[in-house]
């Protein structure tokens, strides 16, 4: 049997949840319905969505069930397992009990299900388009900060190979990723060989040495003066030229791509110059505005990237999930157009 998380491991606001502050009123006002009329439905409930996706987020709402209905241990929960692929319409968790006793938990594990595939299947998407090259994940400036660990495990589900928060990393048991910001060049005057330098100068060795070089807009020369610099302490340098922007060493090369931005010629260029001159070793990270699609294209044009950083797009899409009463004491209650599907992939919840 495959191992789930511990519940305890999530810190949940346990009271606020039973109260059902995070719950659609409707909801209360049924639990109240039903507790005040002394009404004891046994019903199943059925969860599926309606995507192809990378199932996150199961462990999570299991807990919530268990730490924050009423009467647990009379519950009967089914279930699949984080990082399980799923069908449009395939059941993922079945709860079966009195509906009062959890009936103010959905609004709040179907978000949870929601936000956690969404994450998992975007990350897993990107890693796929890679090829087997890294993907870091760096989207979290794009949203909330509290979303941040829960993201952070379902990028780890989805497949990525680092984070670049504390509170992405907090699953992981390793430090977060990052390379020299635009702020700290800024904090040189614009001078991305001196921060560059300030940067070796105080950080710890083991962090790696990934400069961005697009500040002037002159990545080519930019990558080889660092290059020249630090030798063989720099490890890599990133790429994230504005896409309203055109770096000058395309200048003589336009005509016949789009030259906005971080494009297929701007990363030879970079490969070619830094190879020339001895530096193979020096890998090339890519960012800004990478998704699944535009890094399956790079990879089928064999452009020569060594990692993918991606942002925003992990937000870009939605999973949503629905659940419904199907059963009614063992026999068949549900809406007009839904019905109990059974699942010989979901798996018992000792509750």
Request: charged letters at 25%; a negative charge.
């Amino acid at each position: 049997m495959e191992k789930r998380l511990d519940p305890d491991s999530f810190d949940f606001p346990v009271e606020k949840i039973k109260k059902g502050l995070y719950s659609d009123i409707y909801f209360l006002r049924t639990q109240a319905i039903l507790e005040q009329g002394g009404i004891n439905s046994h019903v199943t409930v059925q969860v599926f969505q309606r995507d192809y996706a990378m199932l996150c987020g199961i462990d999570e709402a299991i807990a919530l069930i268990k730490r924050c209905s009423y009467n647990p241990k009379e519950l009967k929960i089914r279930a699949l397992h984080d990082g399980d692929m799923i069908a449009p319409w395939e059941t993922i968790m079945t709860i079966e009990g009195n509906l009062a006793d959890f009936i103010h938990l959905e609004t709040v594990y179907l978000g949870t299900l929601a936000r956690r595939t969404k994450i998992a299947t975007n990350c897993h998407r990107a890693v796929e388009a890679a090829n087997g090259k890294p993907v870091l994940f760096f989207p979290s400036r794009f949203d909330e900060y509290t979303v941040q660990e829960g993201d952070g495990y379902a990028a780890k589900v989805g497949g990525m190979s680092n984070v670049s928060t504390p509170a992405n990393a907090m699953c992981w048991g390793i430090e977060a990723a990052g390379t020299i910001p635009h702020a700290l060049i800024a904090a040189f005057g614009g001078d991305t060989l001196a921060a560059t330098k300030a940067f070796d100068k105080y950080m710890d060795p083991e962090i790696s040495r990934i400069a961005l070089v697009d500040f002037n807009n002159d990545c080519v020369n930019t990558s080889l003066a660092l290059a020249r610099e630090l030798g063989d302490k720099l490890e890599g340098v990133r790429l994230d030229t504005s896409d309203k922007m055109v770096d000058v060493s395309l200048i003589g090369q336009m005509g016949h791509f789009k030259p906005t931005g971080v494009n297929e010629q701007l990363v030879r260029n970079v490969r070619e110059a830094l190879d020339r001159e001895g530096f193979g070793h020096v890998k090339i990270i890519v960012s800004g505005g990478f998704n699944p699609e535009r890094i399956h294209l790079f990879e089928q044009n064999g452009v020569p990237v060594d990692i993918y950083a991606v942002g925003s797009s992990i937000f870009a899409t939605n999973v949503d999930f629905t659940a419904d009463v199907v059963l009614l004491d063992g026999k068949s209650c549900a809406k007009a157009g839904r019905q109990y599907m059974d699942s010989d992939r979901l798996e018992k919840v000792e509750m």
